[in-house]
Protein backbone atom coordinates (compact mmCIF):
# COMPACT_ATOMS: atom_id res chain seq x y z
CA UNK A 1 0.00 0.00 0.00
CA UNK A 2 2.93 2.37 0.90
CA UNK A 3 4.46 1.81 -2.31
CA UNK A 4 0.88 2.41 -4.27
CA UNK A 5 0.67 5.88 -2.53
CA UNK A 6 4.52 6.58 -3.53
CA UNK A 7 3.61 5.87 -7.06
CA UNK A 8 1.02 8.12 -6.76
CA UNK A 9 3.00 10.96 -5.30
CA UNK A 10 5.47 10.19 -8.01
CA UNK A 11 3.19 10.68 -10.78
CA UNK A 12 1.83 13.69 -9.43
CA UNK A 13 5.34 15.41 -8.65
CA UNK A 14 6.16 14.31 -12.01
CA UNK A 15 3.01 16.15 -13.51
CA UNK A 16 2.87 19.21 -11.32
CA UNK A 17 6.86 19.48 -12.60
CA UNK A 18 5.67 19.02 -16.31
CA UNK A 19 2.71 21.57 -15.56
CA UNK A 20 5.51 23.77 -14.15
CA UNK A 21 7.82 23.80 -17.52
CA UNK A 22 4.65 24.25 -19.90
CA UNK A 23 4.02 27.13 -17.74
CA UNK A 24 7.41 28.34 -17.85
CA UNK A 25 7.42 28.00 -21.54
CA UNK A 26 4.32 29.77 -22.32
CA UNK A 27 5.57 32.68 -19.71
CA UNK A 28 8.99 32.64 -21.67
CA UNK A 29 7.86 31.74 -25.18
CA UNK A 30 9.84 35.09 -26.64
CA UNK A 31 13.28 33.39 -25.46
CA UNK A 32 14.34 30.08 -25.59
CA UNK A 33 15.74 29.18 -22.23
CA UNK A 34 17.41 25.83 -20.96
CA UNK A 35 17.50 24.35 -17.10
CA UNK A 36 20.23 24.09 -15.70
CA UNK A 37 20.37 21.14 -13.68
CA UNK A 38 23.36 21.77 -11.44
CA UNK A 39 21.29 24.28 -9.30
CA UNK A 40 17.90 23.46 -10.73
CA UNK A 41 17.34 27.41 -12.48
CA UNK A 42 15.90 28.54 -15.69
CA UNK A 43 18.78 30.20 -17.57
CA UNK A 44 18.51 31.71 -20.92
CA UNK A 45 20.33 30.10 -23.82
CA UNK A 46 21.92 32.81 -25.88
CA UNK A 47 22.71 31.53 -29.27
CA UNK A 48 19.02 30.03 -29.45
CA UNK A 49 17.31 33.20 -28.21
CA UNK A 50 19.68 35.56 -30.15
CA UNK A 51 18.76 33.68 -33.71
CA UNK A 52 15.15 33.52 -32.45
CA UNK A 53 15.08 37.21 -31.10
CA UNK A 54 16.70 38.28 -34.46
CA UNK A 55 14.04 36.22 -37.20
CA UNK A 56 11.30 37.73 -34.88
CA UNK A 57 12.76 41.32 -35.46
CA UNK A 58 12.99 40.77 -39.73
CA UNK A 59 9.77 39.46 -40.01
CA UNK A 60 8.03 42.51 -37.08
CA UNK A 61 10.22 44.50 -39.76
CA UNK A 62 8.82 42.75 -43.27
CA UNK A 63 5.28 42.90 -41.85
CA UNK A 64 4.48 45.60 -39.51
CA UNK A 65 6.97 48.47 -41.01
CA UNK A 66 7.84 47.68 -44.40
CA UNK A 67 4.52 46.11 -45.98
CA UNK A 68 2.58 49.01 -45.00
CA UNK A 69 4.77 51.55 -46.88
CA UNK A 70 4.66 49.00 -49.99
CA UNK A 71 0.90 49.18 -50.07
CA UNK A 72 1.14 52.92 -49.56
CA UNK A 73 3.34 52.86 -52.39
CA UNK A 74 1.20 50.59 -55.02
CA UNK A 75 -1.58 52.81 -53.74
CA UNK A 76 0.14 56.10 -54.99
CA UNK A 77 1.44 54.36 -58.01
CA UNK A 78 -2.34 53.72 -59.08
CA UNK A 79 -3.61 57.00 -58.22
CA UNK A 80 -0.84 59.06 -60.33
CA UNK A 81 -1.86 56.04 -63.44
CA UNK A 82 -5.44 56.69 -63.73
CA UNK A 83 -4.94 60.73 -62.35
CA UNK A 84 -2.07 60.41 -65.65
CA UNK A 85 -4.86 58.86 -68.20
CA UNK A 86 -7.75 61.54 -66.71
CA UNK A 87 -5.42 63.97 -67.35
CA UNK A 88 -4.34 63.15 -70.42
CA UNK A 89 -7.95 62.26 -71.68
CA UNK A 90 -9.06 66.12 -70.25
CA UNK A 91 -6.12 67.55 -72.24
CA UNK A 92 -7.10 65.91 -75.46
CA UNK A 93 -10.53 67.11 -75.15
CA UNK A 94 -9.38 70.46 -74.38
CA UNK A 95 -7.28 70.77 -77.07
CA UNK A 96 -9.97 68.76 -80.14
CA UNK A 97 -12.20 71.62 -78.40
CA UNK A 98 -9.60 74.66 -78.79
CA UNK A 99 -8.67 73.33 -82.53
CA UNK A 100 -12.13 73.00 -83.07
CA UNK A 101 -12.47 77.00 -82.21
CA UNK A 102 -9.88 78.57 -83.90
CA UNK A 103 -10.50 76.56 -87.08
CA UNK A 104 -14.27 77.64 -87.04
CA UNK A 105 -12.51 81.45 -85.70
CA UNK A 106 -10.44 81.64 -88.88
CA UNK A 107 -12.78 80.36 -91.23
CA UNK A 108 -15.67 82.82 -90.09
CA UNK A 109 -13.36 85.82 -90.26
CA UNK A 110 -11.89 84.31 -93.67
CA UNK A 111 -15.36 84.42 -94.88
CA UNK A 112 -16.48 87.46 -93.49
CA UNK A 113 -13.74 88.99 -94.48
CA UNK A 114 -13.73 88.16 -98.09
Do not use: G
Not at 12 to 23: H, N, Q, Y
Not at 60 to 78: Q, S, T
Amino acid sequence: MDSSNNDIVQSLLEKLLLAERTAEKRLYSDKVLIRDSANDSIVPNHEESQTQSSCYHICHFLLFDLVPYIIKLIVIAWCLFFLIEISREFLDVIISFMKNFVESYFLRNRFSIE
